[in-house]
Structures are given as structure tokens and as C-alpha cells.
């Protein structure tokens, strides 16, 4: 609406944002609490996507509760926003959320926002972030580990692939002083990781796990998409 001269977007009240009303806090949410969040972030993905706009910045701090009673939400922040023919860049992504395709520099897709979508329903079931490092290599390790790979090669026609993986294959530091820990705590332990099965011992509903994993997948060609999600069991049950 024009108001002397200037032009102001009049928008609906909304209550805190999941970090502050969930995380912080260290909720505890039903899993019709978590459905409802669930089903109001893909209709909002759904509905990006159709017009061709990848959001690229989904984090807690960006999703605002409309109704702490429901559990009812919205999305804000679109400053990172993208049409899918977007071109270079050079950040995109909270850390903790972005895509591994991003990271590398590597073309996104639709899916770069279900990879976020995946994080921030982990954060939200256990209460602690899934890549809290503060280097690439850390959290890809991580990643890999999840999925008991080594398979580096994923994301070669990144243009940063070769600043963080050397050409033994190897995760590369290039900066010692940039490292948080020592990548020997996130690597794969000789004894594999059961991701799956851990998440499901923290989260009880099967479907739940089910989403989660599969928005998780490192390959972005086949990590759940947002018209999968849409019927997917966990979206399109009844939960009392």
C-alpha cells in the first residue's frame, strides 16, 4: 500500500521462528506438530517450484509459526531466492543447510531446497544440528559418513571441487587454522554408521525417518523431490 510516497508491504502477524519457539527451547513436538510444519514448507516449495524459484536459504530462523496452537507456518526471507536458471554465484546457503551440490559449486536444482528441508526436520525431532562445522570439509565428510561412502567423485564438475578434494581423492585442508576439530572425529569409523537406524531410535514414526533420509540423499538427481513429497505416506496420512 502507498503511503507518502512510499510503498509498504502489509503483511499478516506471525509469532516467533522455529529456532526461537522449537530449538531453543528444546520443544518436544508431536508428530501431527511436525506434519503440520511438514505439509505447510513443501505446499510453499510446491509452490515456488511451479514458478520456477528455488528459496536457497530454508534454515529455522526463516520459518515463522503462525499459530503455535497448530503448528501452522510460514516462510520468509527470500533474499536468496533464485530462478532455477539462475546463474554463478558465490554464496547461497545457510552453512548447516546447504546443499552439497552448492558447496561445490556444482549447478542446483529444486532439490537443493528438500536437502535444507531434510536438516531442519532432523534439528527439529532431535534438538541438536546435523552439520554444525564450521568447514566444508568437516560437514561433506559428515555427510559421506551417513551414507558409509567414500565416493568423493559425486560433485567433480564443481568448480570448487578441487579447493577442498586433492587429487589423491582425498578431503583437502587448506588451511589449518580454519579446521574446527580434526576430521578423524567425523570420518567413517571402521564399523559404518547406521544413520537410519539411529534417527529411528529417536523418532518414532517410520515415515518420518523415511522422509528425512530421502530428502538427505547426496545425489541431488535422487533425493526426494517436492512432488514426491507431496504423497509421500508421512504428508498424506492421518495423524491424530
Known sequence: MPYQGHLYIVTEALGPDLYNAVVRKKRQLKAKDLQTIVRDLVKCLSFLHRF??????????NILVKNELTMNVKVIDF????FIEGGDYDYLQTRPYR????????????????????????????????????????????????????????????????????????????????????????VIPKEGVNFSAELAQVCPNADLVDFILRCLVLDPAKRLMVGQAV???????TIK
Open 99 to 186: 546443499a552439497p551440490e552448492v558447496t561445490f559449486g556444482c549447478k542446483y536444482t529444486f532439490t537443493a531446497d528438500m536437502w535444507s528441508l531434510g536438516c531442519i526436520l532432523y534439528e527439529l525431532v532431535t534438538g541438536t544440528v546435523l552439520f554444525p562445522y564450521r568447514t566444508v570439509q568437516e560437514n561433506y565428510a559428515k555427510a559421506l559418513a551417513l551414507h558409509n561412502s567414500l565416493d568423493f567423485r559425486l560433485f567433480s564438475d564443481g568448480p570448487k571441487f578441487r579447493k577442498y578434494i586433492g587429487q589423491n581423492g582425498l578431503l583437502q585442508i587448506g588451511d589449518v587454522k580454519e579446521q574446527s576439530r580434526p576430521l578423524s572425529k567425523v
Open 52 to 61: 520456477g524459484i528455488v528459496h536457497l536459504d530454508l534454515k529455522p530462523e
Open 231 to 237: 504423497e509421500h505416506p508421512f504428508v498424506k496420512q
Open 79 to 82: 533474499g536468496s531466492a533464485s
